[in-house]
């Protein structure tokens, strides 16, 4: 498997090697990752985990043999939204465990990836909403991406500095 900071191609090998309802599901996520912020770079690390990186990595996801793992990659996140998550989902550090029966809601996932590109002080200078912004992501995510300050429903976590 190749090596590459940007490996679309690895990616799509890895999950061409899981059972469909895995594959299913993570391919999902991965879709639905990139919907919200695009031109995000991807690659396999360690073998088997997919790394979305943006400025540095943003967040990734794996195959386990009992579960699915969403990698928030940010403990200090994954703290901060303990009680949300373990609402529907356990959650282990900083990665959240899931499967294709009980995949994580959309929400939740655009809430932390957005949390995510904010830790990395990424601007929306730096995003092109509209290389992959489709209208399936909420008015909320696309509020944040588009540099709104109307970030009602994200919390104080989200809430734009200065």
């Known amino acids: 498997m190749a090596t590459a900071k940007h490996d679309p191609a690895a990616v799509d090998e890895y999950l061409a090697g899981l059972p469909a309802d895995r594959r299913d599901a993570l391919e999902e996520l991965r879709q639905l990752i990139h919907e919200c912020v695009p031109d995000l770079r991807e690659r396999i690390s360690y073998g088997t985990a997919v790394i979305l990186a943006l400025k540095g990595d ?30 529907t989902h356990r959650l282990s550090g900083a990665t959240i465990h899931f499967s294709p029966d009980n995949p994580l809601p959309r929400p939740l996932v655009e809430k932390i990836v957005l949390a995510r590109v904010k830790e990395q002080g990424v601007g929306p200078q730096q995003i092109n909403p509209t290389a992959g912004l489709h209208a399936r992501c ?16 994200f919390g104080d976590l989200l809430q734009p500095s200065g």
Do not use: C, W, Y
Request: charged share 15%; hydrophobic share 45%.
């Open 58 to 87: 943003l967040v990734g996801f794996v195959s386990q043999p009992n579960h699915l793992s969403f990698l928030t990659m940010s403990p200090d996140l994954a703290r901060a939204m303990k009680a949300e998550i373990e609402r």
């Open 138 to 153: 909420s008015p909320a995510t696309a509020a944040l991406l588009l540099g709104s300050k109307d970030l009602s429903g």
